[in-house]
């Protein structure tokens, strides 16, 4: 079934974000280091989650991008689904991008410059993909740009909703109002973009920069943070012996088999575009691992360093690692799910948008739903009923048409998000203490790549292996409940509680 693309940010890298020289919380102040209160933060956390989640190449951009590719272009399912892999990819190395914003400051800060100069460079590079829709190459180019610069901006929302959350003891509500956000985005963008896809690619291009450059000059007037020197500061010789342990035999083993998987299917001209991906995948951990090991005495790079080493022998976390993984790397048919509704069904592009916004709002619900139903029965019970229910509902797109359509996106949109919701639970308590925010993002990128890569590997199913649109919904929805076999394998300790019960 259809999956959400991750649109929040990854927070912070160093667990406590900013706290004072003796490591207590600064809850107690009102004001932050650079004068701005909580209001002031809400309205950068909720403009930069709006922002950076509406302006995307998977939410306002879906439909006019893969109309404009499939029609103007001319291309295939699996080229299409191969563009937005390339395109949104920077989402994959989201960790990446916190360590660089928090360990080294632009222009003197870690946040304002960041935000400004990223959102900045979005708008530009919206702007060039409208410019350049009529030619492949300068539009994936742009594209590609534009989400880079995009992941940087989003990045630093999430570094700003921690921090506030820690200063104020607001955790909780601005958690709520990125998603608040989020949802609202995730409603609106569909419903215009399945109008833009009627339109000259140029308005879409035009919106899009028009959100994140309304971003930057929200930050430049509200985003008040005092200069810094780049600390550099010497490490301890214990730290760096710890940096430099290497990672587990079992991770360089599995990224070496990928890597043979990768060189064997690049041999055979169907499966080469399935080999790229797998070569991506195994370069965002090689530079996860290159980031654990490399010496240095920065001591924000340091600390994430010791993060990963606590990562590295987390054997809960890798469990979690290799759930996610395997669920969203299904064979999906996102995009072939796009050409069904046009070429087959001939649903026009506006009431296409309107049924994926008609998925976000029942999105809504699901997690409202979520929230309360937690505290009612374990993880491992939530896991399972709502991944299973997901598999099994996945099979009444067999039976989609003009009149059973909006049904099924109501009950696939609630079923989806609330397997994703139990997912990201699964992911938030399989995280090691002391490193919550590096290991989160790290599973994130996992995910983020599952979900790329599942669209590309349904996609050309279809189009190198001619398997028919009904039997690729019925792989998707067997595989899917296949993966419930990994549940068991899960530990105990985490999923086999409730909601705010402690672990053990």
Same mark, same amino acid.
């Given at each position: 079934?259809?999956?959400?693309?991750?649109?929040?940010?990854?927070?912070?890298?160093?667990?406590?974000?900013?706290?004072?020289?003796?490591?207590?919380?600064?809850?107690?102040?009102?004001?932050?280091?650079?004068?701005?209160?909580? *209001?002031?933060?809400?309205?950068?956390?909720?403009?930069?989650?709006?922002?950076?989640?509406?302006?995307?190449?998977?939410?306002?951009?879906?439909?006019?991008?893969?109309?404009?590719?499939?029609?103007?272009?001319?291309?295939?399912?699996?080229?299409?689904?191969?563009?937005?892999?390339?395109?949104?990819?920077?989402?994959?190395?989201?960790?990446?991008?916190?360590?660089?914003?928090?360990?080294?400051?632009?222009?003197?800060?870690?946040?304002?410059?960041?935000?400004?100069?990223?959102?900045?460079?979005?708008?530009?590079?919206?702007?060039?993909?409208?410019?350049?829709?009529?030619?492949?190459?300068?539009?994936?180019?742009?594209?590609?740009?534009?989400?880079?610069?995009?992941?940087?901006?989003?990045?630093?929302?999430?570094? #700003?909703?921690?921090?506030?959350?820690?200063?104020?003891?607001?955790?909780?509500?601005?958690?709520?109002?990125?998603?608040?956000?989020?949802?609202?985005?995730?409603?609106?963008?569909?419903?215009?973009?399945?109008?833009?896809?009627?339109?000259?690619?140029?308005?879409?291009?035009?919106?899009?920069?028009?959100?994140?450059?309304? #971003?930057?000059?929200?930050?430049?007037?509200?985003?008040?943070?005092?200069?810094?020197?780049?600390?550099?500061?010497?490490?301890?010789?214990?730290?760096?012996?710890?940096?430099?342990?290497?990672?587990?035999?079992?991770?360089?083993?599995?990224?070496?088999?990928?890597?043979?998987?990768?060189?064997?299917?690049?041999?055979?001209?169907?499966?080469?575009?399935?080999?790229?991906?797998?070569?991506?995948?195994?370069?965002?951990?090689?530079?996860?691992?290159?980031?654990?090991?490399?010496?240095?005495?920065?001591?924000?790079?340091?600390?994430?360093?010791?993060?990963?080493?606590?990562?590295?022998?987390?054997?809960?976390?890798?469990?979690?690692?290799?759930?996610?993984?395997?669920?969203?790397?299904?064979?999906?048919?996102?995009?072939?799910?796009?050409?069904?509704?046009?070429?087959?069904?001939?649903?026009?592009?506006?009431?296409?948008?309107?049924?994926?916004?008609?998925?976000?709002?029942?999105?809504?619900?699901?997690?409202?739903?979520?929230?309360?139903?937690?505290?009612?029965?374990?993880?491992?019970?939530?896991?399972?009923?709502?991944?299973?229910?997901?598999?099994?509902?996945?099979?009444?797109?067999?039976?989609?048409?003009?009149?059973?359509?909006?049904?099924?996106?109501?009950?696939?949109?609630?079923?989806?998000?609330?397997?994703?919701?139990? #997912?990201?639970?699964?992911?938030?308590?399989?995280?090691?203490?002391?490193?919550?925010?590096?290991?989160?993002?790290?599973?994130?990128?996992?995910?983020?790549?599952?979900?790329?890569?599942?669209?590309?590997?349904?996609?050309?199913?279809?189009?190198?292996?001619?398997?028919?649109?009904?039997? #690729?919904?019925?792989?998707?929805?067997?595989?899917?409940?296949?993966?419930?076999?990994?549940?068991?394998?899960?530990?105990?300790?985490?999923?086999? *509680? *409730?909601?705010?019960?402690?672990?053990?």
């Amino acid at each position: 079934m259809s999956q959400p693309i991750e649109t929040g940010a990854a927070a912070d890298i160093v667990p406590g974000g900013d706290r004072g020289e003796s490591g207590s919380t600064v809850l107690s102040k009102s004001r932050g280091a650079g004068g701005m209160g909580a *209001r002031e933060y809400a309205i950068l956390v909720g403009a930069g989650a709006f922002a950076t989640t509406f302006a995307q190449s998977r939410v306002l951009a879906q439909l006019p991008t893969t109309f404009l590719l499939k029609e103007h272009f001319q291309l295939q399912k699996e080229d299409v689904a191969l563009f937005f892999f390339w395109a949104t990819f920077a989402w994959n190395v989201k960790p990446v991008a916190g360590i660089l914003t928090d360990a080294f400051p632009l222009f003197g800060t870690r946040r304002r410059h960041y935000m400004i100069l990223g959102s900045a460079a979005a708008g530009v590079f919206w702007l060039l993909m409208g410019v350049s829709s009529y030619a492949y190459t300068p539009l994936l180019l742009a594209t590609i740009g534009m989400n880079i610069a995009t992941v940087f901006s989003s990045t630093v929302m999430g570094g #700003l909703m921690v921090e506030a959350g820690q200063m104020f003891g607001a955790s909780g509500r601005m958690s709520s109002l990125r998603q608040l956000v989020q949802s609202v985005a995730s409603i609106v963008a569909p419903l215009l973009g399945g109008y833009l896809a009627t339109r000259a690619y140029g308005w879409t291009a035009g919106i899009g920069a028009a959100a994140v450059l309304a #971003l930057a000059a929200c930050t430049f007037w509200v985003l008040r943070e005092p200069r810094v020197v780049r600390a550099v500061a010497a490490a301890s010789a214990e730290a760096i012996t710890r940096v430099r342990q290497r990672p587990p035999a079992a991770l360089l083993g599995g990224l070496l088999a990928t890597a043979v998987v990768a060189t064997w299917l690049f041999q055979i001209p169907e499966m080469k575009n399935i080999a790229f991906s797998l070569y991506a995948l195994v370069l965002v951990f090689a530079l996860v691992i290159a980031t654990a090991m490399t010496p240095t005495s920065n001591a924000v790079i340091v600390g994430a360093q010791i993060q990963l080493g606590q990562i590295f022998r987390s054997r809960t976390l890798w469990m979690a690692v290799a759930m996610l993984f395997l669920i969203y790397t299904v064979p999906g048919f996102n995009t072939a799910l796009v050409y069904q509704q046009s070429d087959v069904l001939q649903f026009g592009k506006s009431y296409i948008g309107l049924l994926s916004s008609l998925e976000g709002a029942v999105g809504v619900a699901a997690a409202l739903f979520y929230v309360f139903y937690c505290r009612k029965v374990n993880l491992q019970f939530l896991l399972v009923g709502s991944v299973g229910l997901n598999g099994v509902a996945t099979f009444l797109y067999l039976v989609y048409n003009a009149s059973t359509a909006p049904l099924i996106h109501i009950v696939g949109g609630f079923l989806v998000i609330m397997s994703e919701l139990a #997912l990201m639970d699964l992911a938030v308590r399989s995280t090691p203490r002391g490193c919550e925010a590096l290991g989160f993002a790290l599973m994130m990128s996992v995910r983020n790549f599952g979900i790329a890569l599942s669209d590309v590997i349904g996609s050309q199913m279809m189009d190198e292996f001619h398997v028919s649109f009904n039997s #690729l919904v019925i792989i998707n929805g067997l595989t899917t409940l296949a993966v419930l076999g990994f549940a068991p394998l899960l530990p105990r300790a985490i999923v086999n *509680r *409730r909601e705010g019960e402690p672990i053990g």
